[in-house]
């Protein structure tokens, strides 16, 4: 539309516009978008070949979807990613005291048809909703009928108005999303009474409430969100609504490391620059995301539950953190995150893992975080060590070299230890550690944890610092 919208029904029908259902709206803008070539869902990592085609299809059939997958997949992400393929703004009947956002052409309310009905289009009022508010959702745990679907108004009741009436109706959150689109996230946990309720909107487009059944022809796009092991569950959702669900959307972990360390570098953003910069090794990002990567195989961890993107995210903040307070502290600039910083990764972790009971053995949530971040650095040092050959770096280590490290050593107790810089350290780790102490030590403490993991050399710990030896 023009910049100068129209502001009646007679100016808008002189305009040209013409109704579309909420899904055809959504097709014709998502098959531009295909054609035009650009990004469809910008900042979504790692499922270009697998989620994102699945999506496609479904819009275009013009389905309801479901979203299933574990925590920390970004199913809510994608769901609100939709918006951006609806028309930047819609026309709706401006009629005071409505809480539904009419089609102009096509009312659904007994009293904005007697509006439309009676009075000159000359002077029938048009606003403009903006598709940044046409998307609403909700969490399923607590959420009641008339939270999502509606419930008689008592003040209505008590005035005389006719329970069978629209008028004494108090609307919930889908009849308002009406030409619009509504997600419920973990839809297993919802009430029996409202997934039924769910169901006969998916069926009929229609909303019954208290028995009363009121014919509205809604028009809106549902979205569903769950995780398969609830989802799968015999009776957390009744079948005739899984039925009404057009397409199941699949979604998952990074399949590579790499996809997970740039999808943990995009959300964590961190500030690495400014008066106190932090330099981060690749070695320490690949151990940090290795992490997640463990403790999604970990026997430990209940896999049913997941481990999120969001337990890399806030891990590699700790990360980052803990090497700017020992850069401002010791004045290091820049600052080098260590394998020391990650002794830290408690306050972040602790809590975003759920363990498994069985396979635990009643081994505490800090007990089973050390595995894993021990597990990690083993796996990731392992590869260096297939990929670079680091039998010299090792050799210096083999000759009675004792060293302590801890997250608050200066930079340069490193280089007295150790004074000659292996020249594999250049190739192997994509740093000079010849010409930075920060980065000396963050290449000592990896070599020091990989060789310990690996029970090349021994470890002590006290008052905070460890000390490796031979």
Do not use: C
């Given at each position: 539309?023009?910049?100068?919208?129209?502001?009646?029904?007679?100016?808008?029908?002189?305009?040209?516009?013409?109704?579309?259902?909420?899904?055809?709206?959504?097709?014709?803008?998502?098959?531009?978008?295909?054609?035009?070539?650009?990004?469809?869902?910008?900042?979504?990592?790692?499922?270009?070949?697998?989620?994102?085609?699945?999506?496609?299809?479904a819009v275009l059939a013009g389905h309801d979807m479901l979203f299933l997958g574990e925590k920390g997949q970004a199913k809510s992400r994608l769901m609100r990613s939709l918006v951006r393929f609806l028309d930047e703004y819609v026309p709706y009947l401006d009629l005071p005291g409505s809480p539904i956002h009419e089609d102009p052409f096509n009312p659904i309310t007994r009293a904005a048809k007697e509006y439309v009905r009676n009075t000159p289009e000359d002077q029938v009022r048009v606003a403009w909703w903006h598709r940044d508010e046409r998307y609403a959702e909700r969490?399923?745990?607590?959420?009641?009928?008339?939270?999502?679907?509606?419930?008689?108004?008592?003040?209505?009741?008590?005035?005389?108005?006719?329970?069978?009436?629209?008028?004494?109706?108090?609307?919930?959150?889908?009849p308002r999303m009406h030409r619009a689109i509504f997600a419920m996230n973990e839809i297993p946990e919802l009430d029996e009474l409202i997934q039924v309720g769910l169901f006969n909107i998916l069926e009929e487009r229609d909303v019954q409430i208290r028995g009363y059944p009121i014919q509205f022809d809604l028009d809106v796009l549902i979205l569903f969100s769950a995780n398969p092991a609830t989802f799968n569950r015999s009776g957390k959702v009744i079948?005739?609504?899984?039925?009404?669900?057009?397409?199941?959307?699949?979604?998952?972990?990074?399949?590579?490391?790499?996809?997970?360390?740039?999808?943990?570098?995009?959300?964590?953003?961190?500030?690495?620059?400014?008066?106190?910069?932090?330099?981060?090794?690749?070695?320490?990002?690949?151990?940090?995301?290795?992490?997640?990567?463990?403790?999604?195989?970990?026997?430990?961890?209940?896999?049913?539950s997941g481990v999120s993107a969001r337990f890399s995210i806030a891990n590699y903040r700790t990360m980052v953190a803990s090497a700017q307070h020992r850069g401002v502290r010791l004045g290091e600039s820049p600052a080098v995150p260590r394998v020391s910083d990650l002794g830290h990764l408690p306050t972040s972790a602790l809590g975003k893992l759920e363990l498994d009971l069985m396979g635990s053995h009643q081994m505490g949530e800090k007990q089973v975080l050390e595995a894993i971040i021990a597990d990690a650095i083993r796996t990731v040092f392992e590869e260096y060590v297939d990929k670079h050959g680091l039998d010299?770096?090792?050799?210096?280590?083999?000759?009675?070299?004792?060293?302590?490290?801890?997250?608050?050593?200066?930079?340069?107790?490193?280089?007295?230890?150790?004074?000659?810089?292996?020249?594999?350290?250049?190739?192997?780790f994509e740093v000079n550690a010849a010409d930075s102490d920060a980065v000396r030590a963050s290449c000592v403490e990896f070599v020091l944890a990989g060789l310990y993991a690996g029970d090349r050399i021994s470890r002590a710990t006290r008052h905070g610092r460890m000390t490796y030896e031979t």
């Open positions: 539309m023009t910049a100068q919208r129209p502001g009646t029904l007679k100016e808008l029908r002189d305009a040209g516009w013409k109704s579309k259902s909420v899904k055809h709206e959504l097709r014709d803008n998502y098959l531009a978008a295909l054609k035009s070539g650009g990004a469809l869902f910008p900042g979504i990592v790692g499922y270009d070949d697998t989620v994102i085609p699945e999506i496609s299809i969490l399923a745990p607590g959420t009641k009928f008339a939270d999502v679907i509606g419930e008689l108004d008592p003040a209505k009741l008590a005035s005389g108005t006719s329970m069978a009436a629209e008028d004494a109706l108090h609307f919930g959150l889908i079948p005739q609504l899984k039925d009404r669900i057009g397409s199941l959307i699949q979604t998952h972990y990074p399949r590579e490391r790499a996809l997970g360390i740039e999808i943990m570098e995009q959300e964590a953003r961190p500030d690495t620059g400014g008066p106190y910069p932090v330099f981060v090794p690749y070695f320490m990002k690949e151990i940090v995301e290795q992490i997640s990567v463990s403790a999604r195989k970990s026997k430990y961890v209940d896999q049913a010299e770096i090792a050799d210096v280590f083999s000759k009675g070299v004792k060293i302590e490290v801890g997250d608050m050593l200066p930079s340069a107790e490193y280089a007295k230890r150790l004074k000659r810089v292996p020249k594999a350290w250049e190739k192997a």
